[in-house]
């Protein structure tokens, strides 16, 4: 099964509301995650379950979509969410990462 | 606190082999799937390979497959992935995570490592 993000980068002002696509080759029902990698550290699990928000992740990002088509977004982006988003499947291994999406501030 | 600790990685000549480590602590090891995640300089995050809490069921990415081997060790705490016949391509910081339970599907990856770096060069 192949993921798919898009866009694979995005520029946006401070407070604009950014959404970020992630779409797999065959149903995964909601066995999908968002991780966040800011530049030059480790990656940080943001949401589980395709909407589940991990404990202490800021409450303006949402996850949504089940089956092929999932979408991550950040409701007022801020500077601290420059980062690298990454979306990964887990209903069955291989464990595949999407491709990323790079988030900059305009 | 959970802290996953990586080590190991080095410089290697291709078709060398190394070995990972990874000291887990602040959680019952023995409880977790665990997984090894690779990231190539400036690439994308890549999945490797995972193993149960039991160590009985192990699965690798189709790259890696007859040449990297997951195990673990219950009574160090340590996770292990011995790479052999290494290529240039296998180049990457390697990152060590938990699943957030005892297999490694239907559950997500929730806590990682700092990583190491492996370089395949001659």
């Known amino acids: 099964i192949q993921m798919t993000q898009s866009p694979s980068s995005l520029s946006a002002s401070v407070g604009d509301r950014v959404t970020i696509t992630c779409r797999a080759s065959q149903g995964i029902s909601d066995y999908l995650a968002w991780f966040q990698q800011k530049p030059g550290k480790v990656p940080k699990l943001l949401i589980y379950g395709a909407s589940t928000l991990q404990s202490g992740v800021p409450s303006r990002f949402t996850g949504s979509g089940s089956g092929t088509d999932f979408t991550l977004t950040i409701s007022s982006l801020q500077p601290e969410d420059v980062a690298t988003y990454y979306c990964q499947k887990y209903n069955s291994a291989p464990l595949t990462f999407g491709g990323g999406t790079k988030v900059e501030i305009k | ?122």
């Open chain 2, 1 to 122: 606190e959970v802290q996953l600790l990586e080590s190991g990685g080095d410089l290697v000549q291709p078709g060398g082999s190394l070995r990972l480590s990874c000291a887990a602590s602040g959680f019952t090891f023995s409880t977790y799937a665990m997984s090894w995640v690779r990231q190539a300089p400036g690439k994308g995050l890549e999945w490797v390979s995972a193993i149960s809490s039991s160590g009985g069921s192990t699965s690798y990415a189709d790259s890696v497959k007859g040449r990297f081997t997951i195990s673990r060790d219950k009574s160090k705490s340590t996770l292990y992935l011995q790479m052999n016949s290494l290529r240039a391509e296998d180049t990457a910081v390697y990152y060590c995570a938990r699943f957030s339970s005892n297999y490694y599907v239907y559950v997500p990856l929730d806590y990682w490592g700092q990583g190491t770096l492996v370089t395949v060069s001659s």
